[in-house]
Nanobody
Protein backbone atom coordinates (compact mmCIF):
# COMPACT_ATOMS: atom_id res chain seq x y z
CA UNK A 1 0.00 0.00 0.00
CA UNK A 2 1.37 3.38 -0.99
CA UNK A 3 1.46 6.05 1.68
CA UNK A 4 1.86 9.74 0.99
CA UNK A 5 3.86 11.71 3.52
CA UNK A 6 3.30 15.45 3.50
CA UNK A 7 5.37 18.18 5.10
CA UNK A 8 5.31 21.94 5.14
CA UNK A 9 2.38 24.25 5.64
CA UNK A 10 1.76 26.59 8.53
CA UNK A 11 0.76 30.17 9.12
CA UNK A 12 1.80 33.05 6.88
CA UNK A 13 0.68 36.61 6.24
CA UNK A 14 -0.99 37.75 3.04
CA UNK A 15 1.57 38.01 0.28
CA UNK A 16 3.90 35.53 1.89
CA UNK A 17 5.18 32.17 0.65
CA UNK A 18 5.04 28.58 1.81
CA UNK A 19 6.27 25.29 0.41
CA UNK A 20 4.65 21.87 0.69
CA UNK A 21 6.34 18.56 0.03
CA UNK A 22 4.93 15.10 -0.58
CA UNK A 23 6.71 11.78 -0.87
CA UNK A 24 5.24 8.42 -1.82
CA UNK A 25 6.41 5.53 0.33
CA UNK A 26 7.49 2.96 -0.54
CA UNK A 27 8.89 4.23 -3.81
CA UNK A 28 6.76 2.65 -6.50
CA UNK A 29 6.45 2.47 -10.25
CA UNK A 30 2.65 2.60 -9.97
CA UNK A 31 2.62 6.37 -9.38
CA UNK A 32 2.43 8.38 -12.59
CA UNK A 33 0.51 11.46 -11.49
CA UNK A 34 0.93 13.48 -8.32
CA UNK A 35 -1.30 16.36 -7.36
CA UNK A 36 -2.35 18.75 -4.66
CA UNK A 37 -5.93 19.42 -3.65
CA UNK A 38 -7.27 21.63 -0.89
CA UNK A 39 -10.35 21.85 1.25
CA UNK A 40 -11.50 24.91 3.14
CA UNK A 41 -14.02 24.68 6.00
CA UNK A 42 -17.52 24.15 4.68
CA UNK A 43 -16.35 23.71 1.10
CA UNK A 44 -15.70 20.79 -1.19
CA UNK A 45 -12.22 19.54 -1.92
CA UNK A 46 -10.83 21.35 -4.94
CA UNK A 47 -7.99 20.79 -7.36
CA UNK A 48 -4.87 22.92 -7.01
CA UNK A 49 -2.14 21.49 -9.26
CA UNK A 50 -0.90 18.25 -10.81
CA UNK A 51 2.23 16.91 -12.40
CA UNK A 52 2.54 13.78 -14.48
CA UNK A 53 5.50 11.64 -15.38
CA UNK A 54 3.76 10.39 -18.53
CA UNK A 55 4.23 13.53 -20.60
CA UNK A 56 5.92 15.90 -18.16
CA UNK A 57 3.02 18.31 -18.06
CA UNK A 58 1.77 20.38 -15.17
CA UNK A 59 -1.74 21.68 -14.63
CA UNK A 60 -3.09 24.37 -12.33
CA UNK A 61 -6.40 25.63 -11.10
CA UNK A 62 -7.15 29.10 -12.47
CA UNK A 63 -7.18 30.48 -8.94
CA UNK A 64 -3.49 29.65 -8.38
CA UNK A 65 -1.97 30.12 -11.84
CA UNK A 66 1.03 32.40 -11.74
CA UNK A 67 1.33 32.09 -7.96
CA UNK A 68 1.83 28.38 -7.31
CA UNK A 69 4.37 26.04 -8.89
CA UNK A 70 4.31 22.26 -8.73
CA UNK A 71 7.49 20.31 -9.30
CA UNK A 72 8.43 16.70 -8.86
CA UNK A 73 11.01 13.99 -9.01
CA UNK A 74 9.87 10.84 -10.75
CA UNK A 75 12.72 8.70 -9.43
CA UNK A 76 11.91 9.68 -5.86
CA UNK A 77 8.12 9.87 -6.29
CA UNK A 78 8.00 13.32 -4.74
CA UNK A 79 5.96 16.40 -5.54
CA UNK A 80 6.50 19.86 -4.12
CA UNK A 81 4.17 22.84 -4.20
CA UNK A 82 5.70 26.29 -3.98
CA UNK A 83 3.06 28.83 -3.03
CA UNK A 84 3.79 32.53 -3.49
CA UNK A 85 1.68 35.67 -3.12
CA UNK A 86 -0.63 33.84 -0.76
CA UNK A 87 -4.10 35.18 -0.11
CA UNK A 88 -6.53 34.57 2.76
CA UNK A 89 -8.69 32.57 0.36
CA UNK A 90 -5.84 30.08 0.01
CA UNK A 91 -6.44 29.03 3.61
CA UNK A 92 -7.32 25.34 3.62
CA UNK A 93 -6.12 21.86 4.41
CA UNK A 94 -3.89 20.82 1.53
CA UNK A 95 -3.86 17.17 0.47
CA UNK A 96 -1.32 15.34 -1.64
CA UNK A 97 -2.72 12.76 -4.06
CA UNK A 98 -1.15 10.20 -6.37
CA UNK A 99 -2.29 7.73 -8.97
CA UNK A 100 -1.44 5.45 -11.87
CA UNK A 101 -1.93 7.15 -15.27
CA UNK A 102 -4.87 9.54 -15.59
CA UNK A 103 -6.00 10.87 -18.95
CA UNK A 104 -5.41 14.48 -19.85
CA UNK A 105 -8.39 16.52 -18.82
CA UNK A 106 -9.22 14.32 -15.85
CA UNK A 107 -6.29 15.05 -13.56
CA UNK A 108 -8.28 17.71 -11.73
CA UNK A 109 -10.84 15.09 -10.63
CA UNK A 110 -10.24 13.92 -7.07
CA UNK A 111 -12.11 10.67 -7.74
CA UNK A 112 -9.38 9.59 -10.16
CA UNK A 113 -6.70 9.43 -7.48
CA UNK A 114 -5.96 6.21 -5.61
CA UNK A 115 -3.68 7.47 -2.85
CA UNK A 116 -4.09 10.37 -0.45
CA UNK A 117 -2.06 12.01 2.27
CA UNK A 118 -3.42 13.04 5.65
CA UNK A 119 -3.43 16.73 4.81
CA UNK A 120 -1.51 19.72 6.09
CA UNK A 121 -2.98 23.03 7.23
CA UNK A 122 -2.15 26.26 5.42
CA UNK A 123 -3.43 29.44 7.02
CA UNK A 124 -3.03 32.87 5.44
CA UNK A 125 -3.77 35.78 7.73
CA UNK A 126 -5.02 39.10 6.42
Amino acid sequence: QVQLLESGGGLVQTGGSLSLSCAASPRTYSVFVMAWFRQAPGKEREFVAAITWMDGTTEYADSVKGRFTISGDQAKNTADLQMNSLKPEDTAVYYCAASPPISLGLRNNAKKYDYWGQGTQVTVSS
